[in-house]
């Protein structure tokens, strides 16, 4: 009789994309095993007349699937890691995280070439502080609308709301083949992309058999960048609701480490910079870019 291991997911075709994603990598190593679905509503999912950092930011989409998977009604949960908080409930670890896909921001618009080309008052949509920061750090004339749903839909809304453009996760609209509405990928260091921006990450309570499954499909640099991002994350607070980009790509020996920070209402950026070392000294930049960040907050 086959093992069956059960993966907890939210139900958005993304989140459903991204865990067949999951078992496709799975099912080479362990032919012998069933993996089986299990969707979850999260308080997230529920949520679609206010911004998420209004009520309760990261955390709102795992918190129920966290819950399943302390409980034991499933065996591991596939996340977007940029939605995970910095602490984790319970004995619950990152297992794995599969190779990253492109961890950039897009810009899509039914007018404007790129966000450069969008003129002063262009209204353009988003509901992250975040990314509300940093175009305004670009142009403080763009008028930024407040933009909830899944990928299609605020793709429609670039019509029905009268839109100049949106910005959305590149990995997002890759994995369900839209491309075709890029129209222009935003550079690092002009859009810092969110924490785990761009990855898919294994949540497993801590046992050596779901480590060693997980294990099976690790991508190392991957998770590797990721955990440099989360420390900084858990060093700043992860549980603060304010404008906080953060980025690591590691090239050989090679760390760089964006980040860019403002305050809480998204209209001010207090820090936007990208710092460099060795790979092998991380912990050591993580300090160095946290005081920087300090600094610039007094």
Request: with cysteine.
């Amino acid at each position: 009789m086959k093992k069956r291991w059960t993966i907890g997911t939210r139900g958005s075709a993304l989140a459903l994309r991204q865990t067949h994603i999951v078992i496709q990598e799975l099912q080479p190593h362990y032919p012998e095993c069933e993996f089986v679905i299990k969707t979850i509503r999260t308080t997230g999912d529920t949520v679609w007349d206010r911004p998420l950092h209004l009520v309760g930011g990261k955390g709102l989409f795992v918190k129920e699937i966290e819950d399943k998977l302390l409980e034991g009604e499933i065996d591991m949960a596939v996340h977007s890691v940029k939605d995970l908080p910095a602490d984790l409930a319970g004995n619950l670890l990152i297992g794995a995280v599969l190779k990253r896909e492109d961890p950039r921001d897009a810009f899509l618009s039914l007018s404007c070439k790129s966000l450069r080309a969008a003129e002063n008052g262009s209204r353009i949509g988003t509901s992250s502080l975040r990314r509300t920061a940093q175009l305004l750090r670009q142009n403080n004339t763009l008028e930024i609308v407040p933009l909830r749903g899944n990928i299609e839909t605020r793709i429609a809304k670039l019509r029905t709301e009268g839109l100049d453009g949106i910005i959305l996760a590149c990995a997002g609209i890759k994995r369900m083949g839209l491309e075709e509405h890029i129209r222009e990928i935003l550079p690092i260091d002009t859009m810092v992309p969110s924490c785990g921006q761009g990855a898919i990450g294994i949540e497993i309570a801590d046992s050596e058999e779901a480590r060693e499954l997980a294990a099976s499909i690790n991508d190392e640099q991957s998770h590797r960048e990721i955990s440099i991002e989360r420390s900084l994350l858990a060093k700043i607070g992860g549980g603060c609701h304010l404008p906080l980009g953060i980025h690591a790509s590691i090239d050989k020996d090679n760390l760089t480490l964006h980040i860019s920070m403002g305050e809480e209402t998204g209209r001010e950026l207090f820090i936007h910079e990208s710092h460099s070392g060795s790979a092998n000294n991380a912990d050591l930049l993580i300090d160095e870019v946290y005081s920087k960040l300090k600094q610039s907050l007094n």
